[in-house]
């Protein structure tokens, strides 16, 4: 039987779709210990195309078994399988969640098994439900939580970031949009740069942004310091979240003139 109740999603372009997150469980009594109570997150690495969700499934669990499926939020919904993706697995799926799934996975315990979920075909303007059911020999467990596709967007991070020296005391700093974000001419993205620098022991950074370009030039810095640059991508409609800072890049401005 299903616990719990039904919530909203959301949609494409700028326009909301409510989605929901809802896990199931089967009813009657059980025995034995349950797996653990589920806490799933989604996220979309690709707006509005590639939308997953991630669960972890805690160290010495039962054997289980998950059940994943989602339906448009009305009167007679027809439910379509979600796609499970098991932990280790290589499915080309995960590239486009490779920030928000390592993201995830890391307030997990290193010893818990992440699973995957892929929602397909979702439509903007509809509310659908997502149902997840954690079943084992001794019962099952459950989890609920509702998001919008809007507020979930996370791109990957920007890739190829270069930084190099541009006159005396500038650096110019260039990247490259994320390769798994789709559609940049339709959904086009902006971008925050983050300098770091240590003066005196005392950690500070800088936040530049949003820019629209995949460039900017930094000037006045202090020769003979390092630095070190990051790049974050957001939808440029300013849906979702930042991705995850891309891998830093160091330099240091040379104390002399080249």
Known sequence: MMVGGVCGVCGVCGVCVVAVLLVCVAGGRTS???????????????YPNVTLCSWAE??????????????????????????LIPPGSSSSILTSSSSSSSSSSSSSSSSER???CHLPYLKILTDYIINVTA???????????????????KPDP?????????????????W??????????????????????????????????PLEMTSVEL?????????????????????GECSDWSSAVEITIPKTKL
């Not at 009167?75 to 796609?83: D, E, G, L, N, T």
């Not at 920007?158 to 260039?174: A, Q, W, Y």
């Not at 810095?221 to 409609?237: M, N």
Request: one cysteine or more; glycine letters at 6%; aromatic letters at 8%.
């Open 32 to 46: 034995g210990t349950p797996p653990g109570t589920l806490a799933v997150s989604c996220w979309c690495a690709s």
């Open 158 to 174: 920007p890739v190829d970031v270069r930084v190099s020296p541009s006159g005396v005391r500038n650096l110019l700093v260039e």
């Open 135 to 153: 079943v084992h020999a001794g019962g099952s467990s459950s989890h609920l939580s509702s998001f919008a596709l809007e507020e979930i967007v």
């Open 219 to 239: 000037k006045g810095l202090t020769r003979g310091r390092p630095y070190l640059f990051q790049v974050c991508a957001k939808e440029l409609l300013d849906l």
């Open 114 to 116: 992440v699973w995957h």
């Open 58 to 83: 805690p160290p010495h669990a039962p054997p289980t078994r998950y059940i994943a499926t989602y339906s448009e939020r009305r009167a007679h919904p027809v439910a379509r399988q979600c796609r």
């Open 176 to 209: 490259s949009p994320p390769p798994t974000w789709a559609n940049l001419d339709i959904l086009p993205l902006k971008y925050q740069v983050q300098y770091r620098w240590s003066s005196r022991g005392t950690p500070n950074s800088v936040h530049i942004g």
